[in-house]
Nanobody, 115 residues
Framework: QVQFVESGGGLVQPGGSLRLSCVASRSISSIYAMAWYRQAPGKQRDLVARIFNGGTTDYAGSVKGRFTISRDNAKKTVYLQMNSLKPEDTADYYC?????????WGQGTQVTVSS
């Protein structure tokens, strides 16, 4: 089962930016869609952004226009560029398969948006 390691989180002020990275344990070239999810304290894990192998993307309404997902299959890596961050973006961020059966969930990377 594919595993993922997320990194790049941290503490940032409102309006700031962060770039998250997710490295897979094996090739992701055959994975139809990769995605980023987030889970805020006391809430369920939600889909944030998804990217398909052809490059098509979709986003949760709350992040559309601020976040950009990309993938580099050669590096087995998925990225999430987050701009204009808001306090409500505070959460643990995870990457995983975007369609079909999930791989193993990683530890996630924590993002805190606060002044």
């Amino acid at each position: 089962q594919v595993q993922f390691v997320e990194s790049g989180g941290g503490l940032v002020q409102p309006g700031g930016s962060l770039r998250l990275s997710c490295v897979a344990s094996r090739s992701i070239s055959s994975i139809y869609a990769m995605a980023w999810y987030r889970q805020a304290p006391g809430k369920q894990r939600d889909l944030v952004a998804r990217i398909f192998n052809g490059g098509t993307t979709d986003y949760a309404g709350s992040v559309k226009g601020r976040f950009t997902i990309s993938r580099d299959n050669a590096k087995k890596t998925v990225y999430l560029q987050m701009n204009s961050l808001k306090p409500e973006d505070t959460a643990d961020y995870y990457c995983n398969v975007g369609v079909g059966s999930f791989g193993s969930w990683g530890q996630g990377t924590q993002v805190t948006v606060s002044s």
